[in-house]
């Protein structure tokens, strides 16, 4: 007896701002199963209200759109705007809502893996280095400091830069309650790399989904290799590098009031605004650098976080759906050096715009490979989803906004884009239905 | 002249007993307010990370209070010997280019005349020059043992740092993004002093060979003084004692010059495109040569090849040898063209300043060392390579009609008119927005006790031009740059004026060329023309870029 094809997909994009939120429908011909890829926040449309109360309400809309059932739950990666929508307080909140939909398995990447720790000693599936794992957590207590310095850095490099660095490191800090949520919803859980099954197979009939990122780090090696690099010191220095960031950040929070003898140094200081005439000029000058400084640092590992992102194919006939969560260059080299890989983008009929639009994650290589339209007059085939929020990351006069300016006129120009800041006003989702060919 | 107390090079670098291993640095006597702060250098103990202050003592801070000082933790412990310490390190360092170039050295962000040096800035394992700060930062942080290392305890560091400052105040065009070359050269230079410097120390170099395969003895056999045993009884050993803990802070550099196998073919790898990487090619080429030079001069003070020398005997030339060859990099920079500047660049003009200055090498052969080892690392002279790889004079007859020599040996403006009336002469293009950056008279003394004057003059020329109209100058396109980016071009020279104000090298590097061709290909590839980046390279983030390996990929972004 053949194996049933879905016909027909409706991908569903969640009003989140800036986040991720999709829910996406395969039709059978006797069913409907539903996968749900990410769902969380970190900036919402100024009218939707507190975050947990609005995610609540996605939350419930995913629970009616899928029938009170989901066949999946993949969540790319860990960062805040991707996973606060699997967060549990008190046995409440939009998490709770969609553990009860009963997932039958949960994706996400192999470096999510709790057996995975720092010190362990019983090999997982994956081969890897100790630390890598310690590392990010390193990441995590980077950016909770510097979520706490954010504020009181505003007055010396102005509210923009301020609020980039509260809303990345916020990003970036660990979401525990959402973490150990996505642990334990459902029994089967998959932690994916490249070339791994998904987990998905038995969910999806007839569907062939394929992870193609991240890489592990033995994969990252034969990459790393032909870039002349040592692999095993490459990941050494990283993680060194990120586990002194965090001693130093740590040290710095210990520090208590603001008295005399306070301060992470073993010897009587004084407040800065105590500081002699002559050396005022360098206060100031000194905590710009310090607060450029931690911007720089910011960025740097939310890069690094967004590389542990899954990038999940999708394939059904002759078509394919390519969701990449938040993937930047670094995660997709290993990918993009398949030719097998670069065969399958030529089929993709669904981009899910990666990292919400920005200039680092839908690298030109990879653009390059999918069936982008060759003018405005031609026929767009390749449709695009953009999940974004303008005016929340970068900015325009750098060429670092989100969305990037060039990459959206690409989209439109080259693809039919579904963009969440087209929305109108109080519109929580809408539904693009794709028939299968 | 008044010495100093410092580390020899850092508190894991010690005596036998873990004794403090200090050394003595002799400083012009000036007046010192507490800080300390002088007429060149003030250092102000002001901790970012906590928005704290610690005061200076109340102590006379001209009163070396260190001296003999063997308990290493009371060093550690004591901020003010850390303010002591790059207080007198930067301004050992600041002396040693003063010296070498003949004239003082006026900082980059002149008309300032005072360098902030801040030996705490920062909870972060990082420690960077800023224009924009007007000085020197250096981070501290907890090891994994919880106990603070301070990056401005390390010599290396400090010396490293304010190298950066110094090719700052020199040719303020280096920072300016260019070549691959050009960026490394950054890096490489300011190791290269560091490291000269540590070497500087006789009682450093004395401790590592006796640490190293010597084994404590008061003599060295005849078998240990060979370049390739130097190299791991005082190299390896030092980075060894150095350790892990500044991995990340200082560069690889000295491991590198210690393990690199001399190959011609780094330089095309990929892997060596990264400034830090890049620049650690030109260190091991040096530390090379400086290891070669220490045997040459260590021949004549044996009767018998096999004859055992006195430890402190090759200490002290160790120590000399270093010091001849930091002056000979330090006084190429004043041979250098004030733009994109190459590996191949700072070797012909080490070649020149030197030969200019001591015509006759027979007897060590530094410029024979330092040519071979550049060579075997794939560094050659830009020009005159079959020969000795020194700058050309002027080919063509230049005039000196109207000008006068007393202005010509201080005035921009007299420079600019040689300039104009010789531009066919020295093949410039007068077309071009033209301005003289720099003229700077020097003093030197030469190895016949006279003292040589020269005049060091830099000009620039910048035009701004289409990417479209790149091919009618023979410049090639990056292939993905759009027609319509604006791409502003640079040129430029330096002029070298002997004693009698008559023009000895004009050291150029012509606007319309095909050298702009990798330039703009380079500067397309690292995203300089998709914003976002520096204008000038902030060396905080090229040091945290260099821990984590990161690479530019440019051509994927949008």
């Known amino acids: 007896m053949p194996t049933a094809v879905p016909s027909a997909l409706t991908i569903r994009t969640y009003q989140v701002g800036f986040g991720d939120c999709f829910l996406v429908t395969f039709h059978y011909p006797k069913q409907d199963r539903h996968v749900l890829i990410d769902c969380g926040t970190v900036s919402l449309p100024p009218t939707a209200g507190a975050a947990s109360a609005y995610l609540t309400r996605v939350a419930t809309q995913i629970a009616k759109d899928c029938g009170g059932k989901l ?162 010191e490459y990941w050494q220095l990283r993680a060194d590098f990120w586990s002194r960031q965090a001693r130093a950040a740590k040290m710095s929070e210990a520090r208590s009031g603001g008295g005399a003898g306070d301060g992470p140094l073993p010897w009587q200081t004084v407040r800065g605004s105590a500081m002699p005439l002559g050396t005022r000029w360098h206060r100031l000058r000194l905590l710009q ?88 007059s031609a026929k767009r085939r390749l449709m695009t989803f953009l999940s974004t929020r303008e005016g929340v990351y970068g ?43 | 002249m008044r010495s100093f107390t410092i580390l020899a090079q850092d508190p894991a670098v010690l ?61 550690v412990r004591n901020p003010h010997f850390h303010a002591q310490n790059v207080y007198a ?103 290269i002093v560091a490291l000269l410097s540590v070497f500087e120390s006789i009682e450093l170099v004395d401790v590592l060979l006796a640490h190293g395969a010597a084994g404590g003895s008061p003599l060295i056999a005849a078998s240990e003084l060979e370049p390739v045993k130097l190299r791991e009884s005082v190299l390896l050993t030092l980075a060894e004692q150095m350790g892990e803990t500044l991995t990340g802070v200082r560069d690889r550099a000295l491991r590198a010059s210690a393990q690199l196998v001399p190959s011609p073919h780094y330089l095309d790898q990929p892997v060596y495109d990264e400034p830090h990487t890049r620049g650690e090619i030109l260190v091991a080429a040096v530390m090379n040569a400086f290891l070669e030079v220490w045997v040459k001069r260590l021949k004549p003070l044996r009767l018998t090849p096999r004859q055992p020398l006195n430890r402190r005997v090759v200490a002290e030339e160790g120590a000399t040898a270093a010091q001849q060859l930091l002056r000979i990099a330090i006084r190429a920079l004043d041979y250098c063209p004030p733009i994109d500047l190459s590996f191949d660049d700072f070797l012909s003009a080490a070649l020149t300043a030197d030969v200019e200055l001591y015509p006759d090498d027979s007897k060590y052969h530094y410029r024979d060392s330092l040519l071979s080892n550049c060579r075997a690392f794939g560094i050659r002279p ?69 003292t040589i004057r020269e005049t060091v003059a830099e000009y620039v020329q910048t035009a701004q031009v289409w990417a479209r109209e790149l091919r009618q100058h023979g410049i090639r396109r990056p292939t993905e740059m759009p027609e319509t980016q604006l791409v502003t071009l640079y040129g430029g020279g330096t002029l070298i004026f002997d004693e009698f104000g008559r023009l000895k090298y004009h050291v150029g590097k012509g606007l319309w060329s095909d050298r702009q061709s990798g330039r703009l290909q380079s500067l397309w590839d690292h995203g300089f023309y998709q914003g976002g980046e520096a204008a000038q390279s902030d060396f905080a983030q090229l040091h ?15």
């Open chain 1, 71 to 232: 066949a999946a739950v993949v969540a790319t990666h860990r960062h805040r705007d991707h996973v606060s929508g699997f967060s549990v307080k008190n046995g409440k909140g939009p998490g709770r809502i969609i553990r009860d939909l009963k997932p039958e398995v949960v994706v996400q990447p192999w470096t999510e893996d709790p057996r995975a720790k720092v010190d362990a000693t019983t090999p997982t599936e994956v081969t890897q280095l100790r630390g890598f794992q310690g590392s990010l957590d390193d990441i995590s207590s980077v950016a909770a400091h510097a979520v706490a310095t954010a504020g009181r850095l505003t007055r010396v490099v102005g509210s923009d830069s301020a609020a980039e660095l509260a809303i990345v490191g916020m990003d970036n800090i660990k979401n525990p309650d959402a973490v150990k949520n996505l642990q334990t919803m459902s029994k089967r859980r998959t932690y994916v790399y490249f070339g791994s099954s998904s987990g998905l197979e038995e969910v999806l009939p007839g569907v062939a989904t394929r992870i193609i990122g991240p890489p592990t780090l033995k994969q990252s090696k034969s990459i790393l290799k032909e870039q002349g690099s040592n692999p095993a």
């Open chain 1, 289 to 376: 650098e310090q607060a450029a400084s931690h911007l720089n640092i910011v960025r740097t590992l939310d890069d690094q976080m967004n590389n542990t992102s899954v990038i999940l194919l999708f394939t059904i006939k002759q078509s394919s759906f390519l969701f990449p969560g938040d993937a930047q260059y670094e995660n997709w080299s290993y990918a993009l050096s398949q030719s097998d890989v670069l065969e399958m983008l030529r089929k993709v009929t669904v981009y899910k715009v990666g990292h919400h639009g920005s200039r680092n994650a839908t690298p030109k290589s990879m653009w390059k490979q999918l069936p982008v339209a060759a003018g405005k």
């Open chain 1, 395 to 437: 900015q325009a006069k750098s060429k670092t906004e989100v969305p990037r300016a060039t990459l959206l006129t690409a989209l439109r120009d080259g693809s039919q884009l579904t963009n969440t800041e087209d929305f109108g006003k109080g519109v929580l989702s809408q539904a693009v239905q794709i028939k299968v060919t």
């Open chain 2, 15 to 75: 005596l036998p007993g873990g004794r403090a291993l200090t050394t003595q640095v002799w400083l012009p006597a000036e007046r010192l307010r507490p800080g300390p702060k002088g007429h060149r250098v003030h250092v102000i103990d002001f901790d970012a990370a906590a928005d704290r202050y610690r005061a200076p003592g109340t102590g006379d801070p001209t009163k070396d209070e260190f001296v003999g000082v063997e308990d290493i933790d009371r060093l």
């Open chain 2, 89 to 191: 390190i930067v301004m050992s360092t600041l002396g040693e280019f003063e010296a070498a170039l003949g004239r003082r050295v006026s900082w980059a962000f002149s008309p300032g005349h005072q360098l902030k040096v801040s030996p705490h800035a920062f909870a972060e394992a990082n420690a960077y020059y800023s224009r924009a700060l007007e000085g020197l930062a250096f981070g501290y942080f907890p090891s994994r043992d919880q106990t603070l290392v301070y990056t401005c305890l390390s010599r290396d560091v400090v010396a490293h740092e304010t190298t950066h400052a110094l090719i700052d105040a020199l040719r303020s065009g280096f920072l300016r993004p260019s070549s691959a070359d050009q960026a490394a050269f950054h890096e490489g230079f300011a190791d």
């Open chain 2, 382 to 450: 830009s020009v005159n390579r079959a020969g000795g790889g020194v700058w050309d004079p002027p080919l063509a007859q230049v005039s000196y009609e109207g000008l006068h020599f007393e202005s010509l040996q201080r005035d921009p403006e007299t420079v600019f008119r040689f300039l104009w009336e010789n531009a066919a002469a020295l093949d410039v293009d007068d077309g071009p927005y033209t301005r003289v950056t720099s003229v700077r008279p020097c003093m030197r003394v030469g190895t016949d006790q006279f």
């Open chain 2, 544 to 558: 945290r870029d260099r821990v984590l390996q990161r690479r530019t990929l440019a051509r994927e972004r949008w």
